[in-house]
């Protein structure tokens, strides 16, 4: 069983994970409005990330016996006035998320609750690619400046990322 402390932690993470997939709709809906179409497939898997993120969180709360309690999702914003705006957007939203999971994880390491510790270290990894992707998409913004060419480039490139299931979700069946 699972400690209240840490099953409030975890609720409050799954609604910050459906915060995080909703912050990430809003943003393939903009660039898709901004004629982006890759950059909106960018962000339309990041969606689905996320979602698949509260997901994991929900059935680990299940598996130890405690109670998913959904709360609502606060509002999101709906533009940003460049790409490498909504970039830096994302990488200063997945620094707080891995602020988060770490809290959960010194919480966890409090409580000597080495199961959720061993279930955050898959989080933690996430959260290391998380970062790294968003900062390499914001350095090649940055060194593509207005360059037409090059933003089409990349916003072509980012129309060839595919989802994949997480490894926790496609061994949870």
Not at 47 to 52: D, N, P
Not at 146 to 164: F, I, P, W
């Amino acid at each position: 069983m699972i400690s209240t402390k840490l099953q409030d932690a975890i609720n409050a993470q799954i609604n910050a994970e459906f915060w995080s997939a909703y912050l990430y709709l809003s943003m393939a809906m903009h660039f898709e409005n901004e004629g982006h179409a890759g950059m909106a497939n960018w962000f339309r898997i990041q969606f689905r990330e996320e979602q698949a993120h509260a997901e994991i969180f929900m059935n680990y709360l299940n598996s130890r016996g405690g109670r998913v309690v959904l709360a609502p999702i606060d509002e999101v914003p709906t533009s940003w006035p460049t790409p490498l705006a909504a970039f830096e957007h994302t990488l200063a939203h997945e620094e707080k998320v891995t602020s988060l999971i770490n809290n959960i994880y010194a919480l966890a390491v409090e409580e000597k609750d080495y199961a959720t510790c061993n279930k955050l270290d898959w989080f933690v990894s996430e959260q290391v690619e998380e970062e790294e992707t968003a900062r390499g998409l914001i350095d090649r913004l940055k060194l593509i400046g207005d360059n037409g060419l090059a933003l089409y480039t990349v916003n072509q490139e980012l129309a060839s990322r595919t989802y994949n299931v997480p490894a926790p979700l496609a061994n949870a069946n």
